[in-house]
Antibody, heavy 121, light 111 residues
Framework: EVLLVESGGGLVQTGGSLRLSCAAS????????MTWVRQAPGKGLEWVSS????????YYADSVKGRFTISRDNSKKTLHLQIDSLRTEDTAIYYC??????????????WGQGTLVSVSS | QLVLTQAPSASASLGASVKLTCTLS???????IAWHQHQPEKGPRFLMK???????SRGDGLPDRFSGSSSGAERYLTVSSLQSEDEADYYC?????????FGGGTRLTVL
């Protein structure tokens, strides 16, 4: 059974930083693209970033490019999202998701429960 | 312009059927999509992939009350024999080179 457990969320002031993590189990981690998706309060799902199976290629939404950095440690089966220069509009639940492909983000077939990031001004 | 359009809300009675629609913008009209269900206080759940020819593949353990279909630039999710636990937000999602796009979601109310 695929299990994805996010951690690292919290309350931060604008301009601050956070590092989110996602511990994966139940599948061959380095065979799949991994993705972060967020949901702001009262809003829909928004794709944030993805990373290829080996970690050599990263993808970002325009809204986070230059401030967010996705990475993965395949030896520890862990996905990370470094969030810098936080803005109030980054307040959201951040979900980790396992994709169905190896190289490019296509669609996720497993999701975590999410971790809440709250940014105060 | 990469846009997926969904009605903000839908409702149907317990035991009835409902068909949710996702409309792809002209740049995506031949794309496959994925449907995801999102219940309150839970992580989203992948439901199925729907191809442009209407074929679909369900996620593990998804009952066959859930089915997918296509017509032109529209992709559909039909839920039959509605149950109270089907009340949720439903999102369609597709992809282009290196990006993913979500529709705005449809909130389904089971009456």
């Amino acid at each position: 059974e695929v299990l994805l457990v996010e951690s690292g969320g919290g309350l931060v002031q604008t301009g601050g930083s956070l590092r989110l993590s996602c511990a994966a189990s139940g599948f061959t981690f380095n065979n799949y693209v991994m993705t972060w998706v967020r949901q702001a309060p009262g809003k829909g799902l928004e794709w944030v970033s993805s990373i290829s199976g080996r970690g050599g290629t990263t993808y970002y939404a325009d809204s986070v490019k230059g401030r967010f950095t996705i990475s993965r440690d395949n030896s520890k089966k862990t996905l990370h999202l470094q969030i810098d220069s936080l803005r109030t509009e980054d307040t959201a639940i951040y979900y980790c998701a396992k994709e169905t492909a190896y190289q490019r983000p296509i669609y996720a077939d497993s999701w975590g429960q999410g971790t809440l990031v709250s940014v105060s001004s | 312009q990469l846009v997926l359009t969904q009605a903000p809300s839908a409702s149907a009675s317990l035991g009835a059927s409902v068909k949710l629609t996702c409309t792809l913008s002209s740049g995506l009209s031949s794309n496959a999509i994925a449907w995801h269900q999102h219940q309150p206080e839970k992580g989203p759940r992948f439901l199925m992939k729907v191809n442009s020819d209407g074929s679909h593949s369900r996620g593990d353990g998804l009952p066959d009350r859930f089915s997918g279909s296509s017509s032109g630039a529209e992709r559909y999710l039909t839920v039959s024999s509605l149950q109270s636990e089907d009340e949720a937000d439903y999102y369609c999602q597709t992809w282009d080179t290196g990006v993913q796009i979500f529709g705005g979601g449809t909130r389904l109310t089971v009456l």
